[in-house]
């Protein structure tokens, strides 16, 4: 093949630059792919003038842009550049160049961009291949809107000679966003649902379009139709979806759907938690670890045939350990240690350890319709704890404590009560502190390194202690359970917070306890608790029901992040009217309360 032969190809593709028009002397359009779908990037972009930081005589700027490759433009030292402006403002995608001697030395190369002329931006650096010296492509991280371009270069590996023999910039004119369009799918505008879940189905005005997504003020991320969500909280959501066009335009009038999310009014108990009625349990002895050894060695769930990573049906004489995600434990009794743990042993009868706090995986853990209940109570006893996961419908009972929560969890129409109570704790010099639900504080969650981000919607948590101490019947005695004592028969707390921050707390039901909210810890000071919002706060302690953490200490008054307010005497606190108001039924009003006074439970 001749060298005018080699030439060929490029003859017709950058002389396009100095025409801005087909040979037929129309403008020229997008480039387009075989199956028709405009190629946005790949329009050939005209150049008005070109110019350079300095050049040899005889080898000046124009020749970078005639379309010849025997001819070049050359430029001694390193630094020396190119700037080409634009017919029009455009959207650069990526540079093309070939270079004098391109198959033996490599030029180092940085591309800048400007929409004045004056002030510049670097958008692309690079080596040039030292492969040939044809036209080589080099693709901007991300679009660049310009009207002028320069290339910078800073020598090569043989001398400090910038030496181009041409130049053609790729991008496009088109900066018409797309229109993006929701289906008739999902909730409808407006409109109320009991489902927790949605799914959505869009497109756009433009072949080729992407999507991004966000749920209320979420962060958009890029998403495909349909989108489905679950876990939704009770209580207004919003879907927005928005299109982007292969050119990068996006979308400036999201597609928007807006619909409420109910709360069931049923409130869970002992006839819509624990393992449903009629199941039969197979008896399982020993602790159950589901690692990646686990899921390996049962291909097909526990039993074979429940479905992959799935546990079902079991009786588990021990407790469960879920260390990595795509686990379902559904419809079993969890029992524990079938001795007596040690005293100052931490045990949680269901330990889930799945995923870190750089990813929300809390749909990848499921634990439903189970009977969480120890053989044999210990001071150091929690029923289910950890992180990434989902709690639904359990039966959680005579632990210490009902949930430990660290980050991106949901509990959803759980019911814990009957908390044990001992008299002694390694812990405490004054006997357990019992909560039903323990927001902890961890030093590698996703919300400024603490823990938080965790959904408690629609849970019963009767925080009182259980008038038995489980069984067996000697507990009482090896271990100091008391049967029906504790802080005059109530648990410490409903919820316990402590560093763990930007939850959301809707429409339980909270029974008893010394505090029904303990949020007191001084880690807890400056940080943004999240929403609590439609919760009712029922039968609080009934000797003091102003009780809560820090009160008459002073240490309370340190800017509120969070009021729950409630009337002594009155019927139910309604907050001013507002829909979204915590309840308080009403309780016996005792010294130091008069009727009517306010009991804030302050968080801070």
């Known amino acids: 093949m001749t060298r005018a032969t080699e030439l060929a190809p490029?003859?017709?593709?950058?002389?396009?630059?100095?025409?801005?028009?087909?040979?037929?002397?129309?403008?020229?359009?997008?480039?387009?792919?075989?199956?028709?779908?405009?190629?946005?990037?790949?329009?050939?972009?005209?150049?008005?003038?070109?110019?350079?930081?300095?050049?040899?005589?005889?080898?000046?700027?124009?020749?970078a842009i005639d379309g010849n490759l025997a001819t070049r433009w050359s430029g001694l030292g390193k630094g020396?550049?190119?700037?080409?402006?634009l017919g029009a403002a455009a959207r650069l995608c990526s540079v093309q160049l070939a270079w004098y001697r391109g198959d033996a030395r490599v030029s180092h190369v940085v591309v800048s961009t400007s929409t004045d002329g004056t002030t510049f931006t670097d958008a692309l650096a690079f080596d040039s291949s030292g492969k040939t010296t044809a036209l080589e492509t080099?693709?901007?991280?991300?679009?660049?809107?310009?009207?002028?371009?320069?290339?910078?270069?800073?020598?090569?590996?043989?001398?400090?000679?910038?030496?181009?023999?041409?130049?053609?910039?790729?991008?496009?004119?088109?900066?018409?966003?797309?229109?993006?369009?929701?289906?008739?799918?999902?909730?409808?505008?407006?409109?109320?649902?009991?489902?927790?879940?949605?799914?959505?189905?869009?497109?756009?005005?433009?072949?080729?379009?992407?999507?991004?997504?966000?749920?209320?003020?979420?962060?958009?991320?890029?998403?495909?139709?349909?989108?489905?969500?679950?876990?939704?909280?009770?209580?207004?959501?919003?879907?927005?979806?928005?299109?982007?066009?292969?050119?990068?335009?996006?979308?400036?009038?999201?597609?928007?759907?807006?619909?409420?999310?109910?709360?069931?009014?049923?409130?869970?108990?002992?006839?819509?938690?624990?393992?449903?009625?009629?199941?039969?349990?197979?008896?399982?002895?020993?602790?159950?670890?589901?690692?990646?050894?686990?899921?390996?060695?049962?291909?097909?769930?526990?039993?074979?045939?429940?479905?992959?990573?799935?546990?079902?049906?079991?009786?588990?004489?021990?407790?469960?350990?879920?260390?990595?995600?795509?686990?379902?434990?559904?419809?079993?009794?969890?029992?524990?240690?079938?001795?007596?743990?040690?005293?100052?042993?931490?045990?949680?009868?269901v330990f889930v350890t799945a995923g870190t706090s750089a990813l929300d995986q809390r749909s990848s853990?499921?634990?439903?319709?189970?009977?969480?209940?120890?053989?044999?109570?210990?001071?150091?006893?929690?029923?289910?704890?950890?992180?990434?996961?989902?709690?639904?419908?359990?039966?959680?009972?005579?632990t210490v404590d009902g949930f430990g929560l660290h980050w991106f969890t949901r509990l959803e129409g759980n019911w814990v009560h009957d908390l044990t109570f001992f008299d002694r704790d390694t812990v405490h010099t004054n006997g357990t502190h019992n909560d039903c639900v323990?927001?902890?504080?961890?030093?590698?969650?996703?919300?400024?390194?603490?823990?938080?981000?965790?959904?408690?919607?629609?849970?019963?948590?009767?925080?009182?202690?259980?008038?038995?101490?489980?069984?067996?019947?000697?507990?009482?005695?090896?271990?100091?359970?008391?049967?029906?004592k504790g802080w005059d028969h109530q648990a410490m707390s409903g919820f316990m917070v402590n560093a763990n921050f930007k939850n959301t707390v809707t429409d339980n039901w909270v029974e008893g306890g010394y505090y029904p909210v303990n949020a007191g810890d001084g880690a807890n000071a400056g940080g943004d608790l999240g929403t609590w919002q439609r919760n009712q706060f029922d039968r609080m302690r009934t000797d003091d029901p102003g009780a809560f953490y820090g009160n008459g200490s002073g240490s309370y008054d340190k800017s509120p992040r969070l009021t729950l307010v409630f009337k002594t005497g009155a019927a139910v606190n309604t907050g001013a009217g507002t829909t979204n108001a915590n309840r308080f039924e009403p309780q016996p009003v005792t010294s130091g309360i008069t009727g009517g006074a306010e009991v804030l439970v302050r968080f801070y």
Do not use: M
């Open 138 to 349: 080099s693709t901007l991280p991300s679009p660049r809107v310009a009207q002028y371009v320069r290339v910078t270069v800073n020598g090569n590996t043989e001398n400090d000679w910038a030496s181009i023999t041409e130049l053609r910039l790729l991008g496009s004119t088109d900066f018409t966003a797309p229109e993006t369009t929701l289906a008739a799918s999902g909730p409808a505008e407006g409109s109320t649902v009991t489902s927790s879940s949605a799914a959505f189905a869009f497109s756009a005005s433009e072949s080729g379009a992407t999507f991004e997504c966000r749920l209320n003020a979420g962060a958009w991320a890029a998403c495909v139709s349909p989108r489905a969500l679950s876990n939704l909280a009770p209580g207004a959501s919003t879907f927005s979806v928005r299109a982007i066009d292969a050119a990068g335009n996006v979308d400036a009038t999201p597609a928007t759907r807006h619909w409420t999310v109910a709360q069931a009014s049923t409130r869970p108990g002992p006839a819509n938690t624990g393992v449903p009625a009629g199941v039969t349990l197979t008896r399982h002895d020993g602790n159950l670890v589901v690692d990646a050894a686990w899921l390996s060695a049962h291909p097909t769930g526990l039993p074979a045939g429940a479905g992959a990573g799935v546990i079902d049906a079991q009786d588990i004489f021990g407790t469960v350990r879920i260390k990595v995600p795509n686990v379902t434990l559904k419809r079993s009794r969890i029992r524990g240690a079938q001795t007596q743990p040690a005293v100052g042993d931490w045990v949680a009868l």
């Open 438 to 484: 323990q927001l902890h504080d961890v030093s590698d969650g996703p919300v400024g390194g603490k823990g938080g981000q965790n959904v408690v919607v629609g849970n019963v948590f009767e925080a009182f202690i259980a008038q038995d101490a489980g069984t067996p019947a000697t507990q009482a005695t090896t271990q100091w359970a008391v049967p029906g």
């Open 365 to 398: 853990v499921v634990i439903e319709d189970c009977e969480v209940a120890p053989s044999y109570p210990s001071p150091g006893s929690t029923g289910i704890y950890g992180q990434n996961f989902t709690a639904r419908r359990n039966d959680v009972h005579h």
């Open 10 to 63: 490029f003859l017709c593709c950058t002389l396009v630059l100095v025409s801005c028009g087909g040979l037929d002397g129309e403008p020229e359009g997008e480039a387009e792919t075989s199956s028709g779908v405009a190629l946005a990037c790949g329009q050939s972009l005209a150049v008005a003038t070109i110019s350079a930081s300095t050049a040899q005589p005889g080898n000046g700027p124009a020749a």
């Open 80 to 85: 020396a550049s190119l700037t080409a402006k």
